[in-house]
Nanobody, 122 residues
Framework: QVQLVESGGGLVQPGGSLRLSCAAS????????IAWFRQAPGKEREGVSC????????YYADSVKGRFTISRDKAKNTVYLQMNSLKPEDRAVYYC???????????????WGQGTEVTVSS
């Protein structure tokens, strides 16, 4: 069955970096996109980034453009989110999700991981 497992979250100081991983099983990245969403305390879940299945095109929310980079390793069936220049407002639980096409809305994704928490604080 489809399974997504996130890892790599933690506590980091403002300006620091983290790399999140999303290990996928039960399907191949050749046919499914992987998106990253995040949910801050008291806020709705929002789309952060997505990588397409076909040509690996990448998409970013304006709030993270230039700081975050999404990438994939097809051999490991894993997608990464490199987060640099982290800000306190990046604090959230980060989720990866998969479906057939990239989109910015929660309802567009059928499968979700359990999340990994990122805290940005001095």
């Amino acid at each position: 069955q489809v399974q997504l497992v996130e890892s790599g979250g933690g506590l980091v100081q403002p300006g620091g970096s983290l790399r999140l991983s999303c290990a996928a099983s039960g399907f191949t990245l050749d046919y499914y996109v992987i998106a990253w969403f995040r949910q801050a305390p008291g806020k709705e879940r929002e789309g952060v980034s997505c990588i397409s299945s076909s040509d690996g095109s990448t998409y970013y929310a304006d709030s993270v453009k230039g700081r975050f980079t999404i990438s994939r390793d097809k051999a490991k069936n894993t997608v990464y989110l490199q987060m640099n220049s982290l800000k306190p407002e990046d604090r959230a639980v980060y989720y990866c999700a998969t479906d057939l096409t990239c989109g910015w809305y929660v309802f567009e994704y059928a499968y979700w991981g359990q999340g990994t928490e990122v805290t940005v604080s001095s």
